[in-house]
C-alpha cells in the first residue's frame, strides 16, 4: 500500500488474518525515514537483539504485550509512545491477544560500490589502506581522506600517521 495515505484499519484488513511480522513498511526511494506495522500472534517473542546504529521509536497499535529492556519489563498497551536508544538489548513479547505495533526510525544508508575518487595509488596499483578512514564507534568509512570525525555517529576518527 502506498504510504501517502493509509489507516491501521487498512494495514490489517488487508493482511491476511494469522499473518504475523511486518504487515506494512514505508517505501520509495528518497526518504530518509523507516517505519514498519508489526504483528505478533498471541504469545510470541522475538528473540532479543541489540540495534547498534538506530534508535527506535515504538507505538502500540492493538493487543497488548511487553518490551523487555535493561534488565526491566515494560507492559505495552494500545497508545504506549516508547523510544528504544540504540545500544540497548531488547525483546518484545505478545500478551494472549497478540500484539501489533509500529517501528520508525531513521533510514540506514544502502550499500553502494564506487571507485575512489582522486586515490593515490600506490606500486603495484593497489588503493590507500581505509582503516584510518573507519569509525570504531559504527564502522562507517569516511568519504574524506582527511575527515577528523565520522560523518553518521560524530565520534573522532582513529588518528595515524597515514591520514594526509
Known amino acids: 500500500m502506498p504510504a501517502a495515505r493509509i489507516t491501521f484499519a487498512d494495514v490489517l484488513a488487508a493482511a491476511a488474518p494469522d499473518a504475523t511480522g511486518a504487515l506494512w513498511r514505508l517505501e520509495g526511494a528518497a526518504r530518509q525515514l523507516d517505519s514498519n506495522v508489526i504483528r505478533l500472534r498471541p504469545g510470541a517473542r522475538g528473540d532479543a537483539y541489540v540495534e547498534s546504529d538506530l534508535d527506535v521509536l515504538l507505538v502500540v497499535v492493538e493487543g ?66 581505509l582503516l584510518p578512514r573507519v569509525c570504531a564507534e559504527c564502522g562507517r568509512a569516511a568519504d574524506d581522506p582527511s575527515a577528523l570525525f565520522c560523518g553518521r555517529c560524530g565520534e573522532r576518527l582513529p588518528e595515524t600517521e597515514i591520514r594526509p
Not at 497488548?64 to 545500544?87: I, K, Q, S
Not at 500484539?99 to 540506514?108: E, I, N, S
Open 64 to 129: 497488548h504485550g511487553t518490551l523487555h529492556r535493561a534488565g526491566t519489563d515494560e507492559e505495552l498497551a494500545p497508545g504506549t509512545l516508547l523510544f528504544v536508544p540504540r545500544g540497548e538489548r531488547r525483546a518484545v513479547s505478545a500478551g494472549e491477544d497478540g500484539l501489533v505495533y509500529v517501528t520508525a526510525h531513521r533510514r540506514r544508508p544502502g550499500m553502494t560500490i564506487r571507485r575512489a575518487e582522486n586515490a593515490v595509488r600506490a606500486e603495484g596499483g593497489e588503493a590507500p589502506c
